[in-house]
């Protein structure tokens, strides 16, 4: 009888993946397994260096790309007090901005917001435009970290090529647009954490779980209460895997 495998059937998931589990319980080591033993291209954001992996090319965002690129980065670093309206304006015409804030149409705030949003596109496409994979490394300042992330990210949603990303703690990101945004560009989203009190529940609620050793709350907090499902008992290397076939999966990093 035809065996399925679990792995396989977790990566070509349309579905994000949420990787969560405490430091040093094993995440990046089946991240590292995983990606190497299946051959579907992949990009990392590995800014801890845990990664091992040769650099293939460097990319470098083009200027007939920056008008393209500019809303996607808007979206990923959208703040919820941001006005849609006003940032449909700044997209359509970012010189606005400097006169909104002059007329105080909208809230000094909000608008303080959106232009350093703006502020940091401009110094990323004249001095950081470039980026290596499938391994991207912190070549920037870390005060530009997030908005750097929010770049490449909005570039490769440009590009229609089927890969994996792997982001790791950016819950300062928009990660329901990206995810939404990732599965309409032929994207697979693989989001790590170790702490679930800050990701979005649309991203608990439309994700494969992937569970290692972490607090017995966090179950429920994921939304699962079966008495088998005992997180905290977890060694290292071992998980569940919820919400993919409607099944609850218990498995070994040894198993990939």
Do not use: W
């Not at 969560?20 to 089946?30: A, D, E, H, N, R």
């Not at 490394?137 to 792997?166: C, G, W």
């Amino acid at each position: 009888m035809f065996r399925k495998n679990i792995f396989l059937e977790l990566l070509n998931d349309p579905r994000p993946i949420l990787i969560v589990g405490q430091t040093g319980s094993g995440k990046t080591t089946l991240i590292k397994k995983l990606l190497k033993k299946y051959s579907t291209p992949f990009i990392v954001f590995d800014y801890n260096d845990e990664y091992d992996f040769p650099v293939l090319k460097e990319v470098q965002i083009k200027s007939s790309e920056f008008n393209a690129v500019l809303p996607i980065f808007l979206s990923i670093l959208l703040d919820k007090t941001i006005p849609q309206q006003l940032l449909y304006l700044v997209i359509k015409n970012p010189r606005d901005l400097e006169k909104y804030i002059s007329l105080g149409l909208y809230d000094r705030r909000v608008l303080n917001a959106l232009k350093l949003r703006l502020d940091s596109f401009k110094e990323l496409i004249e001095n950081n435009n470039i980026y290596n994979i499938p391994i991207v490394k912190m070549i920037i300042p870390p005060i530009l970290r997030i908005p750097y992330t929010a770049l490449v990210i909005a570039h490769r949603l440009l590009l229609k090529n089927r890969e994996i990303i792997v982001l790791e703690e950016t819950q300062s990101l928009n990660l329901g647009f990206i995810a939404e945004e990732g599965r309409k560009a032929n994207k697979k989203f693989i989001f790590i954490t170790n702490n679930i009190d800050n990701v979005d529940l649309a991203i608990i609620n439309n994700s494969i779980i992937v569970l290692f050793r972490c607090l017995p709350r966090t179950k429920y907090q994921l939304g699962f209460t079966e008495n088998y499902i005992r997180p905290s008992r977890l060694r290292f290397g071992e998980f569940y895997i919820l919400n993919l076939e409607n099944k609850i999966h218990k498995k070994n990093i040894k198993d990939v």
